[in-house]
């Protein structure tokens, strides 16, 4: 199926100047520090902790961005570049350019009804968007608000296992009914990660409800929680202080879930949501066999998400999965971790052609996409700039700031000598941390 070409560099930019001229300024900026200072300042504290946040003291962050400053692109000239195509095949679909919404939790933080803007965003441009298993809205809503903008636009599906098998299940038939393309397992986040931002302030979305819409959208999910009201534990957890926080957060507990907000306030279902989805959202124990397991129970591909290691990516495809996303959570899990960059070409030739390899995790710019491209990623997901656009201009500017990152990569490749991504090889790079030499 091939999607709606998204808008080439030189035209971007030439829609952008021309709205200049008479005095109207893009709503998201075009360069990531701007982007991020206006985010900033879009979001509550709550918001920013979390989305903007990392791991520890932040190393693996800041191992993401110097590695691609340590690579740098070599441009040839004095050829033919004034037809590019930056298409890709993932799948069996054709897509207009290698990038893809990464998901990224609890939305809301950023915009209300996050997931469904960013869907809408991902339909403009024809690139798919991964949901989010931790998503503010059902995915069949976001999957007809996609269909309402471009039908057919493509969408995948994030998946977190669950302790409760029964619950993967639904997950997973949902998202087959609802058109999902691929399924993809995050690996790294059987566990958070210590995250100081949001510990600084004692924020979880997740425990105010926030960001498990999913889940209590879900009908295995609601009969887990009626079957727990129904015979309580012994143990009543720790005893509830009446405190403004506790009155809010009950308050956005009851108005997260289903139904009115009166009869939530009344009823046991809202807390025991929460608390039933912090007891079995991620499962510690997730193994290689739960993996093949799954790809005997949906014919859809499965995709990786959180592979670092060369032999990791070897035992993936031995067991025959579709796809590979090289990705350390966008720095949010280990400190002190390997960068994404740093860990793609070792998995690119473990993989040796037998799988999709994609990468997320520090990918900000167009000339960043390249980079990734160039070392044998066949596509690259962009997270924190697509949140901090849809912070600013919602819709919007989840679109405007992906598109931004699609028309730098465009020019960027013409301007290096390249007309398509296929092109893309090591030697278009060299890596400054090693031997300067241009051969």
């Known amino acids: 199926m091939t999607q709606p070409a998204a808008a080439p560099g030189r035209a971007r930019q030439n829609a952008i100047y021309s709205a200049g001229v008479f005095g109207h300024h893009p709503s998201v900026p075009a360069d990531f520090a701007e982007l991020e200072r206006r985010a900033e300042k879009a979001m509550g504290p709550r918001g920013w902790?979390?989305?903007?946040?990392?791991?520890?003291?932040?190393?693996?962050?800041?191992?993401?961005?110097?590695?691609?400053?340590?690579w740098a692109i070599v441009p040839r000239v004095l050829r033919d570049v004034s037809r590019r195509d930056l298409s890709v095949d993932l799948f069996g679909t054709t897509l207009p350019a290698p990038i893809l919404f990464s998901p990224v939790g609890a939305g809301e933080l950023a915009h209300p009804d996050s997931d469904l803007h960013i869907g809408r965003a991902a339909a403009d441009l024809g690139v798919p968007y991964i949901f989010s298993n931790q998503g503010c809205n059902p995915m069949e809503d976001v999957a007809a608000a996609m269909e309402a903008v471009t039908p057919g636009a493509p969408r995948w599906f994030q998946l977190y296992w669950s302790t409760d098998d029964a619950l993967v299940d639904s997950l997973v038939r949902r998202a087959e009914t609802m058109g999902a393309q691929a399924i993809v397992v995050t690996l790294d986040t059987t566990m958070l990660g210590w995250r100081p931002q949001d510990l600084n302030i004692g924020s979880l979305p997740f425990a105010r409800a926030e960001g498990i819409a999913q889940y209590t959208s879900d009908p295995r999910f609601r009969e887990i929680v009626a079957e727990r009201?129904?015979?309580?534990?012994?143990?009543?957890?720790?005893?509830?202080e009446i405190t403004r926080a506790a009155v809010s957060a009950l308050f956005s507990m009851a108005r997260h879930l289903p139904g009115s907000l009166l009869s939530n306030l009344r009823s046991p279902v809202p807390k025991q949501s929460v608390q039933t989805f912090l007891d079995i959202y991620s499962r510690p124990s997730l193994s290689w066999d739960d993996i093949?397991?799954?790809?005997?129970?949906?014919?859809?591909?499965?995709?990786?998400?959180?592979?670092?290691?060369?032999?990791?990516?070897?035992?993936?495809?031995?067991?025959?999965i579709d796809g590979i996303i090289v990705s350390n959570h966008g720095g949010r899990q280990v400190d002190g971790s390997i960068s994404s960059l740093d860990a793609l070409p070792d998995v690119v030739e473990a993989v040796d052609g037998r799988a999709k390899v994609l990468i997320d995790s520090g990918i900000y710019t167009g000339s960043d996409a390249f980079k990734a491209l160039a070392l044998g990623a066949d596509a690259v997901c962009i997270g924190r700039p697509h949140m901090y656009g849809l912070a600013i201009n919602g819709r919007d500017g989840a679109r405007d700031a992906v598109a931004n990152i699609i028309a730098e990569l465009d020019l960027t490749l013409g301007l290096s000598g390249h007309t398509d991504i296929a092109s893309l090889t090591p030697?278009?790079?060299?890596?400054?941390?090693?031997?300067?030499?241009?051969?």
Request: aromatic content about 2%; some cysteine.
């Open 49 to 70: 902790a979390y989305i903007a946040g990392g791991a520890g003291e932040g190393a693996t962050m800041r191992a993401n961005r110097s590695a691609f400053d340590r």
């Open 427 to 439: 030697d278009v790079l060299r890596n400054m941390g090693c031997d300067h030499r241009v051969r």
């Open 229 to 240: 009201i129904a015979n309580p534990s012994a143990d009543a957890g720790p005893k509830v």
């Open 292 to 320: 093949a397991g799954l790809q005997k129970r949906t014919s859809l591909p499965v995709v990786l998400k959180g592979i670092l290691h060369p032999d990791d990516a070897r035992h993936a495809v031995d067991l025959g």
